[in-house]
T-cell receptor
Framework: AQKITQTQPGMFVQEKEAVTLDCTYD???????LFWYKQPSSGEMIFLIY??????QNATEGRYSLNFQKARKSANLVISASQLGDSAMYFC?????????FGTGTLLAVQP | GAVVSQHPSWVICKSGTSVKIECRSL??????MFWYRQFPKQSLMLMAT?????????EQGVEKDKFLINHASLTLSTLTVTSAHPEDSSFYIC?????FGRGRETQYFGPGTRLLVL
């Protein structure tokens, strides 16, 4: 069975500092994809970053980077230079068997 | 980027009525669309996978007769909550997969529909 685990229900970070959001996964499929989405209070799901299981390098998208450690089955999201607008719920997700499965989310609060 | 729309964005209805939610991919074709439900302060739970021209695949525990899904074209999927009850009140989000796999990320989400059943 596939599973996504986010152990941090909530986090605080100071503006302009970097923050790491944890995500671990479990799957027996050799091919899978890992995603991070941001969900602000409006509810929309905003795609942030994607990492394929066969990708050799860690994915980066602007201030977002994914620390992919395949042996540890972890896909942590790193947000550099946090901004007040980064305050939101963050979900890690994994695609396998034609489905996108989500973790429980981490609520990030950026403090001025 | 690719856009997925949902209509309505919110709906309030009386218990026992049926509610239809539309999900459209605006600038790409989607053979597969997904319907999720999210309760307050919880994660997204996949309800069903909608395939164009065929029957939807429902997740375990989701009532097929309660949540009717139709994917009549490559750009439209509808979710009908039949005989809605207060416990069906939730945030419903659709997602569409780009047929041609545009870019690395090929699954886009709609803005969601908030359903409140009184």
């Amino acid at each position: 069975a596939q599973k996504i685990t986010q152990t941090q229900p909530g986090m605080f970070v100071q503006e302009k500092e970097a923050v790491t959001l944890d995500c671990t996964y479990d799957t027996s499929d050799p091919s899978y994809g890992l995603f991070w989405y941001k969900q602000p209070s409006s509810g929309e799901m905003i795609f942030l970053i994607y990492q394929g299981s066969y990708d050799q390098q860690n994915a980066t998208e602007g201030r977002y980077s994914l620390n992919f450690q395949k042996a540890r089955k972890s896909a942590n999201l790193v947000i550099s230079a946090s901004q007040l607008g980064d305050s939101a719920m963050y979900f890690c997700a994994m695609r396998g068997a034609n489905k996108l499965i989500f973790g429980t989310g981490t609520l990030l609060a950026v403090q001025p | 980027g690719a856009v997925v729309s949902q209509h309505p964005s919110w709906v309030i209805c009386k218990s026992g009525t049926s509610v239809k939610i539309e999900c459209r991919s605006l600038d790409f074709q989607a053979t597969t669309m997904f319907w999720y439900r999210q309760f307050p302060k919880q994660s997204l739970m996949l309800m069903a996978t909608s395939n164009e021209g065929s029957k939807a695949t429902y997740e375990q525990g989701v009532e097929k007769d309660k949540f009717l899904i139709n994917h009549a074209s490559l750009t439209l999927s509808t979710l009908t909550v039949t005989s809605a009850h207060p416990e069906d009140s939730s945030f419903y989000i659709c997602s569409a997969r780009d047929l041609f796999g545009r870019g690395r990320e090929t699954q886009y989400f709609g803005p969601g529909t908030r359903l409140l059943v009184l």
